[in-house]
């Protein structure tokens, strides 16, 4: 573990399925577990609320905040702070929502969505352009998610990355950014597997019709300018990192090539580190 950043706290903005739970896991193999604040996944409202009234001696002993919340945290902070995040494609990301939903028993819109065909789901859930919305900070979370989004908001969004991000990936470039974060930040990932992963239980993009894809496009337009406007300024993004990301980037392959032991070993002491920072957390 490591904590090369003392006066500078990272706030890691997970995105709805963008690859942010195995990105969660591995921060929290990274920095000390009782400086990790993490948002619950499954009361993310109570969790985010509690968050945002920490007394500020709390918050100061944090150096890593992580969860489902919009941007916003450092205003609250008492020193400075810098946020990472991954976006993804929006169609991408929205399948894969709807079919995490439909396969996992425990969340809340499980049964419901059993009578939803995807196209149901992507045009009549409030829930769109999600990425923008968190990004862009705006009105009372999380009940702005179920709100109107528009040229503004998207405005918001793209200036708070240029602003105050010091990363943002791709999800479809994911290991890129760890590279990345092995730069900036220290990090480690000596080890690493893919959590919460839907690519089993759903069907490929291009398997669906044009017009299903061009449905859920459009109904998260903005998520797509957003997603866009990341995408095409990449390469700049990557470029001061020069030939130092290449070499780092070749490491990774070595911490994923894990045997079916030591797979299953990181796998629970994962989860014994996620519930201690959980419990943590909550208190």
């Known amino acids: 573990m490591n904590d090369p950043t003392p006066d500078r706290a990272i706030i890691f903005l997970h995105l709805p399925k963008c690859g942010g739970t195995t990105l ?16 619950d996944p499954s009361y993310f409202r109570w969790s985010h609320r509690k968050l945002m009234r920490l007394p500020p001696q709390r918050l ?60 149901e789901y992507a045009t009549g859930t409030p829930h769109h352009n ?8 705006r009105g009372d979370y999380p009940d702005f998610l179920a709100g109107d ?4 908001t998207l405005a918001l969004a793209k200036e708070n990355l240029a602003k105050h991000f010091t990363f943002v990936g791709l999800t479809e470039r ?12 220290g990090w480690n990932i000596a080890r690493y597997v893919h959590f919460n992963v839907t690519a089993s239980v759903r069907p490929k993009k291009d398997s669906l019709p044009a017009a299903t894809q061009a449905l ?11 997603y866009e406007h990341v995408k095409c300024a990449y390469a700049d993004v990557l470029r001061p990192f020069g030939d130092r990301l290449r ?22 002491g994962s989860a014994v580190r996620k519930a201690i920072i959980r419990a943590h957390s909550a208190l």
């Open 24 to 39: 969660n896991r591995i921060i929290e193999w990274e920095y000390p577990a009782m400086r990790i604040f993490s948002v």
């Open 60 to 119: 100061a002993r944090v150096l890593v905040f992580k969860g489902h919340m919009p941007f916003g945290l450092h205003a609250r902070l008492t020193r400075p702070a810098t946020y990472i995040t991954f976006l993804r494609e929006p169609v991408e990301r929205v399948i894969s929502e709807y079919y995490s939903i439909l396969h996992h028993r425990l969340h809340p819109q499980h049964r419901r969505m059993q009578t939803l065909s995807l196209e």
């Open 130 to 137: 999600v990425q923008t919305k968190l990004l862009s900070g």
């Open 149 to 152: 989004c528009n040229d503004e």
């Open 174 to 185: 994911f290991d890129e950014g760890l590279a990345a974060f092995k730069l900036l930040f």
């Open 216 to 226: 859920i496009a459009e109904r998260n337009k903005y998520d797509v300018r957003l």
């Open 247 to 268: 070499e780092e980037l070749e490491s990774i392959p070595s911490a994923k090539a894990l045997g079916r032991v030591a797979s299953a070993l990181y796998v629970t």
